[in-house]
């Protein structure tokens, strides 16, 4: 196996490439401006750093977000794109798992909440339980993911991600992991198809939590003389 990772779910981009038994290179570049001009390139600095050849990868893993339409809109269509170019399976991941699973990789245990920045004055959120010992924990997503006002959240329980930075009032002081690392993402992936560690995969479609805002037109007004 050679898994390429890629998430653009959040500021910058997040690549990474693991070849089945470890992280061989990892990077996170750019940020919420720049995900397009950034993710190739980025790419192709992560597998030459790992010192192998596009023509290796047998696996594209990539963040469904949730995440800003036009960023998670790059990291999919960059992965379908390059696992379609080059033969290789494609797997998508919630973005928020990918922070998840950092954090429990962390030490984090029991019962916590991922919270990301959604904009407008919101946060994406998802809530957790890990169980067990390094190397042989289980996490389980028990709600989530949900796009909701920081007033809303209730932390009763830990809380990581961005989401703590942005409005610590509400949900607590700042906690890492803030945003999604590649190599946490290839990690998941791995695990995932080993049937460990409890994570689920999804088809490589976006994970949007709003209606989009530009809507068919209705009819039109009379207009009178």
């Not at 470890?22 to 950034?38: C, F, M």
């Not at 033969?87 to 909440?113: K, M, T, W, Y």
């Not at 998941?188 to 709003?210: H, I, M, T």
Request: proline share 6%; net charge negative; aromatic share 4%.
């Amino acid at each position: 196996m050679l898994l390429l990772a890629i998430d653009t779910a959040t500021d910058g981009v997040a690549v990474a490439v693991h070849d089945g038994d470890r992280v061989l290179a990892s990077a996170r570049a750019g940020d919420a401006r720049h995900h397009n001009e950034v993710l190739v390139p980025t790419v192709a600095a992560v597998l030459e750093e790992a010192g192998r050849a596009r023509t290796e990868v047998t696996d594209v893993a990539v963040g469904v977000g949730p995440g800003p339409y036009t960023g998670l809109r790059v990291g999919l269509a960059t992965a379908r794109t390059l696992a379609l170019a080059w033969g290789a399976r494609v797997h998508g991941v919630c973005s928020l798992d990918a922070i998840a699973a950092q954090a429990v990789a962390e030490g984090l245990r029991g019962e916590f909440l991922v919270a990301t920045d959604a904009r407008r004055r919101e946060v994406h959120t998802a809530r957790y339980v890990a169980t067990g010992e390094a190397g042989d924990t289980r996490v389980t997503r028990t709600a989530g993911p949900d796009v909701v006002a920081p007033a809303d959240v209730v932390p009763d329980v830990p809380v990581v991600g961005t989401g703590t930075r942005l409005h610590p009032g509400a949900l607590g002081p700042a906690r890492a992991p803030f945003d999604v690392d590649g190599g946490a993402l290839a990690r998941l992936v791995v695990d995932a198809l080993a049937g460990r560690g409890g994570w689920e995969l999804l088809a490589p479609e976006p994970l949007y939590l709003r209606r989009p805002d530009a809507v068919e037109p209705g009819t039109r007004k009379r207009v009178t003389a």
